[in-house]
Nanobody
Framework: QVQLVESGGGLVQAGGSLRLSCAAS????????MGWFRQAPGKEREFVAA????????HYANSVKGRFTISRDNAKNMVYLQMNSLKPEDTAVYYC????????????????????WGKGTLVTVSL
């Protein structure tokens, strides 16, 4: 059974940091483009960050650029999202996803190319 399981969410004060993890299982994710997305209350799900299968290419939403860092450990089938300088507007459910076709992280269609999704982890940033 293919699974992506996110963890690391929680409540943090504005300006704080969190590190999200995504554990992949059920198939080899080494060759996939991996991404993080988020959905705030009452809003549509949006792209946050993506990373190529080698880890050599990354892309970020403008709203998180310079504050968030995506990384991966293919040996462990893990993807991470380090979130620094958190703001209340970062409050959302964060989802991990994978794309088996290795869509480039900067593709404008990346939200629609993801094949597998996790169930999400909630991040709440308070004032």
């Amino acid at each position: 059974q293919v699974q992506l399981v996110e963890s690391g969410g929680g409540l943090v004060q504005a300006g704080g940091s969190l590190r999200l993890s995504c554990a992949a299982s059920g198939r080899t994710f080494t060759w996939d483009t991996m991404g993080w997305f988020r959905q705030a209350p009452g809003k549509e799900r949006e792209f946050v960050a993506a990373i190529s299968w080698t880890g050599g290419s990354t892309h970020y939403a403008n709203s998180v650029k310079g504050r968030f860092t995506i990384s991966r450990d293919n040996a462990k089938n893990m993807v991470y999202l380090q979130m620094n300088s958190l703001k209340p507007e970062d409050t959302a459910v964060y989802y991990c996803a994978s794309d088996v076709d290795r869509t480039p992280p900067g593709s404008t269609d990346i939200h629609y190319t993801m094949d597998y999704w996790g169930k999400g982890t909630l991040v709440t940033v308070s004032l």
